[in-house]
T-cell receptor, first 113, second 111 residues
Framework: GAGVSQSPSNKVTEKGKDVELRCDPISGHTALYWYRQSLGQGLEFLIYFQGNSAPDKSGLPSDRFSAERTGGSVSTLTIQRTQQEDSAVYLC???????????FGSGTQLSVL | TQLLEQSPQFLSIQEGENLTVYCNSSSVFSSLQWYRQEPGEGPVLLVTVVTGGEVKKLKRLTFQFGDARKDSSLHITAAQPGDTGLYLCAVSGGSNYKLTFGKGTLLTVNP
């Protein structure tokens, strides 16, 4: 596609449920990033994928969060047993190579009731 | 303590006015980026500054990187309603891929 695509755009869930957020990066981009944007906070780095290398998971806030990137393309961010503090906008970005210009998707607005 | 402090946090002005927003830190950076984020969208890169004292212009937007590479400013001349958005600065600390963002300045330009 022309840009980074994220789905769903909005997700409302109940506390304790699991959610999956999807990111389709720009074709040919080797690097993929997930960020979280909470009210009153800046963008917070979550995880980074580069090619076939082991991902940098250093930003994941707890073991309830996990992500995978299949075939070097699509990525899924999974949050298990969601909590109210998980409510935020989850943004995905890709770049052609590490350190190059980031292109962000429109994000998934997650609301945990 | 935030690595990047952005000010002001909120700014509401009338169309045609000039404004400056700031991004400050006590750390030195090799480069600094400015993004604009519109409601319901992801941030879009506006500019990257890399040299101390550097000034870059993008139409009515002027970006400056401090001489010591610790701070930056964004000046908008004759603001338009289309300039409305969240302005974020960001740096890569220690790695060339992991960006750290400031909390942003939310700018509203009223017609």
């Amino acid at each position: 596609g022309a840009g980074v695509s994220q789905s769903p755009s909005n997700k409302v869930t109940e506390k304790g449920k699991d959610v999956e957020l999807r990111c389709d990066p720009i074709s040919g981009h080797t690097a993929l990033y997930w960020y979280r944007q909470s009210l009153g906070q800046g963008l917070e780095f979550l995880i980074y994928f580069q090619g076939n290398s082991a991902p940098d998971k250093s930003g994941l806030p707890s073991d309830r969060f996990s992500a995978e990137r299949t075939g070097g393309s699509v990525s899924t961010l999974t949050i298990q047993r969601t909590q109210q503090e998980d409510s935020a906008v989850y943004l995905c970005a890709s770049s052609q190579n590490p350190g190059e210009k980031l292109f962000f998707g429109s994000g998934t607005q997650l609301s945990v009731l | 303590t935030q690595l990047l402090e952005q000010s002001p946090q909120f700014l509401s002005i009338q169309e045609g006015e000039n404004l400056t927003v700031y991004c400050n830190s006590s750390s030195v950076f090799s480069s600094l980026q400015w993004y604009r984020q519109e409601p319901g969208e992801g941030p879009v890169l506006l500019v990257t500054v890399v040299t101390g004292g550097e000034v870059k212009k993008l139409k009515r937007l002027t970006f400056q990187f401090g001489d010591a590479r610790k701070d930056s400013s964004l000046h908008i001349t004759a603001a338009q309603p289309g300039d409305t958005g969240l302005y974020l600065c960001a740096v890569s600390g220690g790695s060339n891929y992991k960006l750290t963002f400031g909390k942003g300045t939310l700018l509203t330009v009223n017609p």
